[in-house]
């Protein structure tokens, strides 16, 4: 299965983006939807998930209050709403089917399945 992420791009230190995720392949219902985030020399971090079964979220301590996750059932995408960019904040985003129920649990464990091509989110002044 492969997720496609996009939307990311060059923004100010205190500025906003929106990535979508989308495939062809699964209904995201069925699924439960995650993002992680890897930045050059560092490693992949979970930040943020949404249940395919009740949209209960879950997001990492460093992003909490900045970012939400959303899902459109009728356009089979899930968003990431992120504001107040942070330069830490950079890095390619990449969305990914999350194996276990989406928990901060989930997130530190990389309990990631399939995932695709990312995005990458620069942030810059």
């Known amino acids: 299965v492969q997720l496609q992420a996009s939307g990311g791009g060059l923004v100010q230190p205190g500025g906003t983006l929106k990535l979508s995720c989308t495939t062809s392949q699964i209904s995201f219902t069925d699924y439960n939807i995650g993002w992680f985030r890897q930045a050059p020399g560092k490693e992949r971090e979970g930040i943020s998930c949404i249940s395919g079964s009740d949209d209960t979220t879950a997001y990492e301590d460093s992003v909490k209050g900045r970012l939400t996750i959303a899902r459109d059932n009728s356009k089979n995408m899930v968003y990431l709403q992120m504001n107040n960019l942070k330069v830490e904040d950079a890095a390619t985003y990449h969305c990914?089917?999350?194996?276990?129920?989406?928990?901060?649990?989930?997130?530190?464990?990389?309990?990631?399945?399939?995932w695709g091509s990312g995005t990458l989110v620069t942030v810059s002044s």
């Open positions: 990914a089917t999350v194996v276990i129920d989406c928990s901060v649990v989930a997130l530190r464990h990389q309990a990631f399945g399939s």
